[in-house]
């Protein structure tokens, strides 16, 4: 039988192959998400968002360190407030969490100590935002047009770095992913699959003196602009667990 050969400038060297196969089991362990049905967890996860509703969510109420102060009466008189403003402000649209530029920021009704987050976000034109994580500012997100360092980064560290080591930002407008490690008083954040923030020291925003909270819940950020958010998936994790590419 007649072997046909690909043309010259059709042809991929073996190593290129063997390369792009090697790589392939990282990439699609991060990427999972984006070929199952949206609000979907893959295995070991949780979704903090059903896609439908508001459900397992709260409105903020002041910082970690007024609530301390607040009696219990104080504080679910502040929280039904806090709760009245987020149905005003937050709404699922076509399974997509939309916040419309005025308010507070969304917490997780659950505090959370040490884990890994995933979650998907959509910004416009000059947007700013970012996650809190435990109850503290923030996995920054911006509009890499005026920040060219990109999104990512732990913006309120003062001694510690608090910029993302690339710009790893798709065009405003296009949906981004986030892949958030958390343990202990260290962050490693992956921003479209690049480690951008590796395994940096979290500080604590709201008492300077002291180390980042134990737990604490998770906030998408308000920041005065329209912001979309969907894929919001949680997985704890024990002191002990080793990162994965």
């Not at 509009?143 to 360092?149: L, R």
Request: charged share 25%; net charge neutral.
């Amino acid at each position: 039988m007649r072997r046909r050969w690909l043309p010259e400038r059709l042809r991929v060297p073996c190593y290129v192959v063997i390369g792009l196969i090697a790589a392939m089991p990282a990439w699609a362990a991060f990427s999972r998400s984006a070929f199952a049905a949206d609000n979907t967890p893959p295995e070991g996860f949780t979704a903090l968002f059903n896609g439908k509703d508001l459900t397992g969510w709260k409105g903020l109420v002041g910082n970690p360190v007024t609530r301390a102060k607040m009696t219990a009466e104080e504080l679910a008189k502040a929280q039904e407030e806090a709760d009245r403003r987020m149905r005003e402000h937050w709404r699922v649209e076509d399974g997509v969490l939309i916040f419309d530029g005025k308010g507070d920021n969304l917490c997780t009704q659950k505090d959370y100590g040490d884990f890994e987050l995933w979650v998907d976000w959509k910004i416009l034109p000059q947007g700013d935002s970012g996650i809190y994580l435990r109850g503290s500012p923030q996995v920054q997100i911006w509009d890499p047009a005026n920040h060219p360092e990109g999104s990512g980064g732990l913006y309120n560290n003062q001694k510690h770095p608090s910029k993302p080591s690339r710009c790893a930002d798709r065009p405003v407008g296009e949906w981004n992913t986030f892949r958030i490690r958390m343990v202990g008083e260290r962050v490693s954040v992956w921003l479209n699959g690049e480690l951008v923030v590796d395994n940096v020291v979290m500080e604590n925003y709201w008492e300077r003196d002291k180390p980042i909270y134990p737990t604490g819940s998770i906030e998408l950020q308000n920041h005065g602009n329209t912001l979309y958010f969907k894929n919001i998936y949680v997985k704890e994790l024990s002191p002990d667990d080793k990162p994965t590419p």
